[in-house]
């Protein structure tokens, strides 16, 4: 290639490019930064160790494995519960095919629903002794009765979540414990405890929680989240306790104030917002832009029973919304097209003087009026919408199961890259729909085109497939355009005749 080819639009291009990888990366590592915000210090309650209960592990714990167990069956969810000390050993989300408790709870014989006063010798017998247990259609009930005091354990299904209540006499009272969190690929979501405090979400980082924390105030969640699932209480909270075991796990416990609702399952909309748990979805440093995106392709979701219609719908409205932008691309880019033998001309003019050229070229653009940068404007203002969606991807817990012919997750990968391959196949022809009369810069967006290609393959699925949809519509409105503006006209440059 003639050192004369390498004008300034073409490094403007080049330019163009590199900014956008810059800020598409620069813009992933501000969406997905793990969030390590601290409670407030006005809120968190100076520690104090004997207001936290012990665990009695490596103490009495490891020596009480529950032996004896009742299945209850719900529509939704299979419940194991323990004679001894009515903890639930098992909890199996049916929809989801997830126990949601897990591996890691079993070890260390830490359940759910266990309580704690902060005295181990009755905490003891809290949470290992046999409870009388009892059902009558969606009701549970636990008791043990003492010689100074008893406790009964009371379970309502709800359908998405269980009402529990904890009526204690002869003791204060105690702080019931949510369990575990579920352990799973994070991929940039945060992984601990997580709650409600005086109006405010806080989540906690396991490396600052130092052993134990307490925490009180007005608190109307807590529990322990993951990518995926949720195991916790909301109600009247008066208390939360933090614990941080083995350096990587946590475990929370709450002291209600009443009734409490406790729920263990996939973080699905759906079933959240009815019992005011939606916070724990976690939508990111860009809440703003990622929750009313998430919210109005769960509303499609949920119209048409689609997450690929979703996707579609969200895809048809982005290019509706560009519309305006893309005509304005396509004719000016059309009307370069017309003038590229003049451009010839003027390079072969000023081959010696690259700063006239320069001149004569941006008065020629002038002429049609050509902006260098309408080819690039739809793509920078579709970049927020591309990292909110990947956002979204990431966290919706239904796209686990939601599938797209080949592909049996578009929450994962496309095992066979067909998709991949299908966006970078789309990006090239918009090359040959509508180049520009510049060589190099073609040259340029196919690289372009085919490192997508090659970053794309470990997106989600439902991300690449959104990008090819938009590519997709994209050729159908430019062809539109060109038809239509250019009918009867010649929208290629034509070559002049040699003398």
Known sequence: MEKRDLDLKGLFIIFVVMTLLLFAYQAYLTLFAPQTPAPPPQEKAEEKPKDVPSLLLGSTREGKKPQTFKTFEFDKFTLLISEEGARVISLLDKKYNKDLVTEEEKRLGLYPLEIFTGDPERDAMLNFLPYQLESKGNFITARLRGENFEVVKSLEYRGDYFLVKIETKGMPTPFVSAGMRVQEDEFFTHAGPVLKLGGSLQRFETKDIKGKELITGDIAFAGEESRYYFKG?????????????????????????????????????????????????????????????????????????????????????????????????????????????????????????????????????????????????????????????????????????????????????????????????????????SPSPEKSQNYIMIITSVAFTFLFASFPAGLVLYWTLNNVFNLGQTYVIKKLTFKGKHSKPQKRKKK
């Open 233 to 433: 209480f909301s109600g009247k909270i008066s208390a939360v306790a933090l614990y941080r075991l083995e350096d990587k796990h946590t475990l929370t416990l709450v002291r209600p104030s009443g009734e409490l609702s406790f729920y263990a399952g996939a973080k699905e909309y759906a079933r959240l917002r009815n019992i005011g748990l939606s916070d724990t979805i976690d939508f990111g440093t860009l809440k703003f832009l990622v929750k009313p995106l998430f919210i109005f392709m769960y509303w499609i979701y949920e119209h048409l029973h689609s997450w690929v219609f979703s996707i579609v719908a969200l895809t048809f409205l982005v290019r509706l919304l560009m519309f305006p932008l893309t005509y304005k691309s396509t004719v000016a880019m059309s009307k370069m097209g017309e003038l590229a033998p003049r451009m010839q001309e003027l390079k072969e003019k000023y081959k010696d003087n690259p700063a006239k050229f320069q001149e004569e070229m941006m008065k020629l653009y002038q002429e049609v009026g050509f902006n260098p940068m309408s080819g690039c404007l739809p793509m920078l203002l579709q970049i927020p919408v591309f990292f909110a969606l990947y956002k979204v991807l990431t966290i919706t817990a239904d796209l686990q199961l939601a599938k797209f012919l080949w592909v049996q997750s578009l929450a994962q990968k496309d095992p066979y890259y067909v998709l991949p391959v299908l966006m970078g196949v789309t990006m090239v022809a918009q090359q040959f729909i």
